[in-house]
């Protein structure tokens, strides 16, 4: 297994941001002997108030929270993004990155990084993969991104939206009357009286309780939590400081329809047991021209999927799945 850093410049695709944009991508190479006939790259974004480094989580005490490594040593290219404005990219005014720059970035650093592994300069030694196949996974915000992505560029083969609602994302809570009192308060976010999560109103509102299952190690709740969240005064490696503001209107009712009615490749929409997704078993209807879209739900996973004692079974779901279509698609030709 290979690790490389990189900082991938994709100025020409925000140039509205007026200064230079990099952002930062971390790909982790399998053996090239275990990777399927059909090579496949899993392009993986975070949520927000996370970083890239969410997918190569590391915590003293404990084993087999790094899903890069987990991916790669099952045969998958693994390539984690920071968004623009998040993590150790390029983090221009928060307010100037709307949906399309999300979108148009991430579809740059996408193809940039696809043409090193196509064309064998991805790192040295690692050979080059004409036939590579590209999903475009994402969590929670990063979800919402690869959907936006895919709708306006048709960046990738397949994607794997996962945390994330085609329909309408919702936090869950405790109970009915705080679920509630959590959407409305978004009725000033639909206004367009709030457009950032630095001015929305958190009061009331759990953030554990949806986040993290029960039998999270505590010490590894406290490190996540510890910073404050969603507004993080201080972050872990696999935190972010910053949350582009657009990323508030993620949580309206519709936001991704039209993207999402546009997809065409096949779609693994992923959520935990206690998720964002208020109605998992409608999300496929919100992809209506894809022929091939498939709906898991682990068990004991709450929203930050990555931190559940049952992570490794959406890993692997997601390294089957990808494995499948990839070659469903080489049947086809």
């Avoid at 945390?163 to 009725?187: C, N, W, Y």
């Avoid at 950032?196 to 709740?221: K, N, Q, R, T």
């Avoid at 969240?229 to 009712?253: D, E, K, N």
């Amino acid at each position: 297994m290979l690790r490389v850093h990189k900082r991938i410049d994709v100025t020409m695709a925000a140039p509205q941001l007026g200064d230079r944009v990099e952002m930062a991508v971390t790909l982790t190479l399998p053996d090239p002997s275990a990777m399927p006939d059909r090579p496949v790259a899993i392009f993986a974004c975070p949520g927000g108030g996370y970083s890239r480094h969410y997918f190569m989580m590391r915590f003293e005490g404990h084993e087999g929270y790094d899903e890069a490594e987990w991916q790669a040593r099952h045969g998958l290219i693994h390539v984690a993004i920071d968004h623009v404005g998040v993590g150790e990219s390029s983090i221009p005014d928060l307010s100037s990155i709307d949906f399309q720059t999300m979108a148009a970035t991430h579809d740059a650093c996408v193809r940039q990084v696809a043409a090193s592994l196509r064309d064998g300069t991805a790192a040295e030694g690692f050979p080059g993969l004409p036939s590579l196949f590209l999903v475009g996974m994402g969590q929670s915000m990063g979800g919402g991104v690869s959907i936006l992505t895919q709708g306006r560029f048709a960046t990738f083969d397949a994607i794997a939206p996962f945390g994330v609602s085609a329909i309408h994302t919702a936090l869950p809570q405790r109970d009915k009357a705080a679920f509630e009192h959590g959407m409305r308060r978004f009725d000033r976010v639909a206004s367009g009286e709030v457009t950032s999560h630095l001015d929305h109103d958190h009061e009331g509102v759990d953030y554990v309780y949806p986040f993290h299952w029960e039998d999270v190690p505590a010490d590894i709740l406290e490190e996540d939590m510890k910073g404050g969240y969603p507004i993080r005064q201080t972050a872990p490696i696999f935190g972010s400081l910053t949350i582009p503001h657009c990323a508030v209107r993620m949580m309206l009712p519709g936001v991704f329809a039209e993207d999402a009615a546009r997809l065409t490749v096949p779609v693994l929409v992923g959520d935990g047991e206690r998720d964002t997704c208020p109605e998992p078993y409608r999300e496929p209807s919100a992809y209506s021209a894809s022929r091939d879209v498939s709906l898991f739900i682990v068990p004991r996973m709450a929203h930050m999927h990555n931190f559940a004692s049952t992570r490794a079974i959406l890993w692997q779901r997601l390294n089957d799945w990808s494995r499948m279509v990839a070659a469903a698609e080489d049947g086809l030709h």
